[in-house]
């Protein structure tokens, strides 16, 4: 089996400082390391060819430097490596990135091209299914466990979705994004290191892959950073450290009371959306929402959140706002989507689509597009709008911003798209070159479309040809883990954060008494989830999920930035932990020092009364 790998090196992320007065990212005195997710790529790969035979290549893009994250790769047994490095690759988003690494891919039959899901400091997921499209391979995205029936010459993969796992069936040629539980991650002894770097790195150049050096760095690149700026905590922490605990508990439910606590809470968030004010024009030009279901046939409420957006921007441009809907049975969905603000719905509906796929989705959607011509195209930035998306950019050479926490329209009527990186604590707004102008938009960051029941929508059905229902892949089996509650986690009020600091899962009741209280969502660390003690789809920050809830409370966390990223936007957080030092205490509204044996029975009861209180 020949394997490459694609990998990239990347800034430590909790070493990025942003400089305010020249507005720029610091990058000097940073150290470097290679983006977790590609690391356990390579060890996959090696694995794979323990027990089947075969050899492993290793490929970045970058300057003379990232020879240093190819050795760290020859060292954990990659037998070869190939750097791509020339100024002409400078300034390349996600596509020429792509464009650059299956140019360099395509001079060698792979069997099996790996990456990481996600690099840590983009967050995107763009490069995998990029490369994929410009192979003509299929993809299978945020794989979290493989298998090689060799008899069959088949991979099987288990597949990480919102609510848990899909086990595919593939045969080779394929491209596969890992994530975590795929592979351990190794670290190589230093003896190793040096041995390796001893070995032959290959050095291509632009020119070594195609006459036309437009294609590659910024002049091949559909998108650009406009600017970039810093993202500021408006916290200002109270941290309560008193003899008596219940005085401390207290004071924070007081405090969360005053704010809304049982009385201003649990309203629809589409409080201070936009209503329509806009003459929608033809479909020409429209603002395209791709609907996403769940496994239940439920619209998914980004879906809302997306609508809201669009119509927003429809406000400003006197645009058509249309929802896009794939699947069995769409037209189930137009009441509800045009009550949410869809002037228009198109639907393409097939048994054959019943299902998410990536083949099919993008034909259909490709060619939707390619028909009619919209300005701009939003997804939702789940699992599975992700690997949508990137597939569709790529095979229409459009530009792509995944991940935005905000879209709006500049004075020159160009989509800005507001993009997070570095963890979250650097914001860009990014334009488009190219139209339509795509973008997927995290959940829960958005205000929901009003509802307004009166409204209809113009119905148009979409071909779906033959050809778009050819599928390279099988989708075996589906499973929900953690009965759902990851992909609950985007819509709810409250949650409730589990850290090591909890204690081992006999000493979760008490947390669950406390997120029943206040109808909350459980979320977790990724100590806890590794440990298999709460679902991986529970997992908050920079490996896991980004949700915005009106308050978080984080249990026994120590609060690093690898997991305090995915609430920056939460409306209050409160945090509880034994250390009055603790980190979690720089970031948040509110905070008790205690045991959490101690403090979340007390917490419960105290919140118990604040709701009867309320409620009487």
């Not at 809304?260 to 929608?280: I, M, R």
């Amino acid at each position: 089996m020949k394997i490459a790998v694609c990998i990239k090196q990347i800034p430590v992320i909790a070493r990025v400082k942003f400089d305010h007065e020249t507005r720029t990212i610091v990058r000097e005195g940073v150290p470097l390391e290679v983006n977790s997710y590609d690391l356990l790529a390579v060890s996959t790969a090696l694995k794979l060819v323990e027990e089947h035979g075969g050899d492993v290549t290793v490929l970045t893009m970058g300057p003379p430097q990232a020879k240093d994250a190819l050795v760290r790769c020859l060292a954990m047994g990659a037998d070869h490596a190939i750097l791509l490095t020339d100024r002409a690759f400078a300034g390349a988003d996600t596509l020429a990135t792509a464009r650059a690494l299956s140019m360099a891919l395509a001079r060698e039959p792979y069997d099996l091209i790996m990456c990481g899901k996600h690099s840590l400091d983009a967050e995107t997921g763009q490069v995998g299914p990029e490369i994929a499209e410009f192979l003509g391979m299929p993809q299978v995205t945020s794989v979290r466990g493989l298998q090689f029936d060799a008899d069959r010459n088949v991979l099987v993969a288990q597949r990480e979705t919102e609510e848990g796992l899909e086990t595919i069936e593939a045969s080779l040629p394929l491209l596969l994004a890992c994530g975590d539980g795929v592979a351990e991650e190794d670290s190589p002894s230093p003896e190793a290191v040096e041995a390796a770097g001893t070995m032959t790195i290959e050095e291509v150049t632009a020119a070594d892959l195609s006459s036309d050096a437009d294609v590659f760095g910024a002049a091949g690149s559909p998108t650009w950073v406009e600017a970039v700026e810093a993202f500021e905590s408006k916290r200002e922490p109270k941290v309560f450290e008193e003899e008596d605990v219940r005085v401390a508990v207290d004071r924070v439910v007081a405090a969360l009371e005053a704010r809304g606590l049982f009385t201003g809470w649990g309203q629809d968030a589409s409080a201070d959306a936009d209503t329509k004010t806009h003459e929608p024009r033809a479909a020409h030009g429209a603002i395209w929402v791709v609907a996403e279901t769940d496994p239940q046939g439920a619209l998914r409420p980004v879906t809302f959140e997306l609508l809201g957006a669009a119509e927003k921007l429809a406000n400003k441009s006197g645009r058509t706002v249309v929802a896009v809907v794939i699947g069995q049975g769409a037209e189930a969905y137009t009441t509800e989507l045009a009550a949410h603000g869809a002037d228009m719905v198109f639907t393409a509906d097939h048994a054959d689509l019943a299902t998410y796929s990536t083949a099919p989705y993008t034909h259909v959607l490709a060619e939707a597009i390619q028909a009619r011509k919209p300005f701009a195209v939003l997804l939702p930035a789940t699992v599975n709008g992700r690997d949508l998306a990137a597939r569709v950019a790529a095979r229409l050479s459009l530009g792509l911003t995944g991940d935005c926490i905000d879209l709006a329209i500049n004075d020159l009527g160009q989509l800005v798209q507001y993009k997070p990186a570095f963890g979250g604590n650097i914001v860009s707004p990014i334009i488009s070159k190219t139209t339509p102008q795509m973008a997927t938009v995290r959940p829960g960051m958005l205000a929901r479309a009003v509802r307004d029941d009166s409204r209809t929508a113009v119905v148009e059905q979409m071909t779906v040809s033959d050809e778009a229902l050819v599928n390279p892949i099988k989708i075996v089996s589906s499973a929900v883990e953690g009965s759902g509650e990851g992909a609950k986690l985007y819509e709810a009020d409250v949650v409730v954060g589990i850290g090591m600091g909890v204690g081992e899962p006999d000493s979760y009741p008490a947390v669950y008494e406390l997120a029943k209280t206040l109808g909350a969502g459980v979320a977790a660390t990724r100590e806890v989830t590794d440990r298999g003690w709460i679902s991986k789809q529970q997992q908050l920050g920079i490996t896991g999920k980004a949700i915005s809830p009106k308050l978080y409370i984080a249990l026994g966390i120590s609060g690093n930035l690898n997991h305090m990223v995915g609430v920056l936007r939460a409306g209050i957080v409160v945090a509880v932990n034994t250390r009055a030092k603790a980190f979690v205490f720089r970031s948040v509204d509110y905070g008790i020092v205690g045991d959490c044996a101690v403090v979340v029975p007390m917490l419960t009861e105290a919140l118990r009364e604040a709701k009867a209180r309320a409620e009487a």
